[in-house]
């Protein structure tokens, strides 16, 4: 089993950068394939991102183009969400999660954090 911990969320200007961290201890985590997710204030939660286990193969959300990466260093068991140029809408719990395979579907996730906060004001 593995647990994920969120960090790096706060209250930011648009225009602004952020870079989240999810960190994992339990399991290696380069066992598994890793997501982000976000979840709006009355939104569902939706795919954000998605790094495979060795970081090879990469995948965002058309939203997020161009302004969010995802990437790991799995010699520190930590996966990142580097943001620019946020905007208002990307105010949401930003979740990390774990799967066994590539994929960026939520309820194929096998672990999850517990979110992390941002907050984009205009």
């Known amino acids: 089993q593995v647990q994920l911990v969120e960090s790096g969320g706060g209250l930011v200007q648009a225009g602004a950068s952020l870079r989240l961290s999810c960190s994992a201890s339990?399991?290696?985590?380069?066992?598994?394939?890793m997501d982000w997710f976000r979840q709006a204030p009355g939104k569902e939660r939706e795919f954000v991102a998605a790094i495979s286990r060795t970081g090879d193969i990469t995948s965002v959300a058309d939203s997020v183009t161009g302004r969010f990466t995802i990437s790991r260093d799995n010699a520190k068991n930590t996966m990142y969400l580097q943001m620019n140029s946020l905007k208002p809408e990307d105010t949401a719990v930003y979740y990390c999660?774990?799967?066994?395979?590539?994929?960026?579907?939520?309820?194929?996730?096998?672990?999850w954090g517990k979110g992390t906060l941002v907050t984009v004001s205009s």
């Open positions: 339990g399991r290696t985590l380069s066992t598994y394939a």
């Open positions: 999660a774990a799967s066994d395979y590539y994929n960026i579907v939520e309820a194929h996730m096998t672990y």
